[in-house]
């Protein structure tokens, strides 16, 4: 099936599922949650907004950040649910393969292949809280199997704003924190490659595999220590400048994908080229959410984040300042196509003109006022943070 998969753009990004994606280091991810920002999808820190992108995305996992947008009822069940013949009553992990797995030395059919995607998708990708592969991953899982062009990223990326919203509310529930779920490894591996300097994170071997996130997967810490946490909270106050430790991605000795580490010759760029810079610059809405009740929706804006691309750092301002929009149009009409062409403006599209230019770390000195003026009163230590901490459910 890799021609199938080259063709649908995920063929990096199940290879990346051989490595351990499921090995955490839970005190470098709570550190990190506590300076998300649920209001401005990002983590604060001292040097500015710092958060993953598509640009990481597609370095961690191979994702292009370019083909149609997902979302409930976009796109119909084409092959009938019922000729698959799925066994929907065996749906934790090992059942479902152990259901679905075809015999050895035998081609893989619609049916071996669709749930070896659903499998991925739930137990890989975006990691459900059931340990189990639900049934309403089977049109996503179908469309792939059609070799259809999904801007897989854009979801990815939906669905860690989601799961970063639900971690930082629940460390502060009163009914104390929950077993969070979904795609946490793609915030550990964007953890370890911004660390990976400054905390003098060690490469125990060389991955065969050629992708940024196999690398950033044998950086994890494998030592528990109660030392590393503060060794965490203490990093993470420590960016008080912007330095290419936060910008990993754009270095010239990147491994990935070739369109991804070719694409930035000024005068032979290609077509192609441009579309993946416009996918990782331009303004957006992303979704989330396979059923409609789980929909959510969230902006990208890569103008808080220039720097991570190696450009100058603006004030960022809202693409709408006057108009209101409704929050609950998507969920009560369901009519995603209006919401976006209304929030978008496809008037106001981004253009895009190749040009030579050398990664910079620069502010202009509107955003430097304006940061210093926002931030002042954010400023946090150590000691402000344990204090912080002891207000949770978590010191209970």
């Known amino acids: 099936m890799s021609s199938s998969w080259v063709e649908t753009g995920i ?3 199940i290879q990346l599922a051989k490595f351990d994606l499921h090995l955490f280091d839970p005190q470098m991810l709570l550190s990190a949650i506590f300076f998300w920002n649920r209001e401005t ?62 015999k050895p030395g035998t081609s893989v059919s619609t049916l071996e292949h669709i749930a070896f995607l659903m499998y991925w998708l739930s137990a890989c990708v975006f990691c459900t809280p059931s340990l189990q592969v639900p049934k309403y991953y089977y049109i996503l899982a179908q469309t792939l199997h059609l070799k259809k062009k999904i801007c897989l990223s854009k979801l990815l ?11 930082s509310e629940s460390l502060f529930r009163e009914s104390g924190p929950r077993n969070l779920s979904g795609p946490l490894w793609l915030l550990q591996l964007w953890l370890n490659a911004i660390f990976e300097k400054k905390l003098s994170l060690t490469l125990p071997f060389t991955p065969a595999c050629k992708l940024e996130g196999a690398r950033l997967t044998t950086l994890t810490p494998r030592k528990r220590s109660v030392d590393n946490f503060a060794k965490y909270i203490d990093a993470i106050p420590s960016f008080t400048d912007f330095s290419e430790d936060l910008a990993p991605f754009i270095r010239t000795t990147l491994t990935g994908p070739s369109w991804l580490r070719h694409n930035n010759q000024v005068g032979q760029i290609s077509h192609d080229s441009l579309e993946m810079w416009f996918g990782f610059l331009s303004w957006d809405v992303i979704i989330s959410g396979m059923r409609q009740k789980d929909v959510r929706i969230y902006p990208y804006h890569p103008q808080l984040f220039a720097r991570q691309f190696g450009l100058c750092q603006m004030k960022p301002l809202p693409l709408r300042r006057k108009e209101s929009i409704d929050a609950d149009i998507c969920v009560e ?10 929030i978008l403006r496809p008037d106001k599209e981004l253009k895009l003109t190749p040009s030579t230019f050398s990664p910079s770390f620069l502010v202009s000195k509107c955003y430097l006022r304006w940061w210093c003026q926002y931030y002042v009163d954010k400023l946090i230590d150590f000691d402000g943070f344990l204090k912080k901490l002891i207000n949770s459910p978590l010191s209970s």
């Open 11 to 13: 063929f990096e990004f």
């Open 41 to 102: 999808r990002a983590f604060e820190f001292s040097c500015g907004f710092v958060c993953p992108t598509l640009l990481d995305i597609a370095a961690i996992t191979g994702l292009a950040p370019v083909g149609d947008r997902f979302y409930p009822d976009l796109f119909e069940e084409e092959i009938s649910i019922k000729e698959t013949s799925i066994s929907w009553d065996k749906k934790t992990y090992l059942a479902f393969i152990n259901a679905h797995m075809g």
């Open 157 to 167: 990326l939906a669905s860690l704003y989601s799961c970063l919203d639900e971690a």
């Open 333 to 342: 009409e369901g009519n995603y196509q209006e919401v976006l062409d209304f």
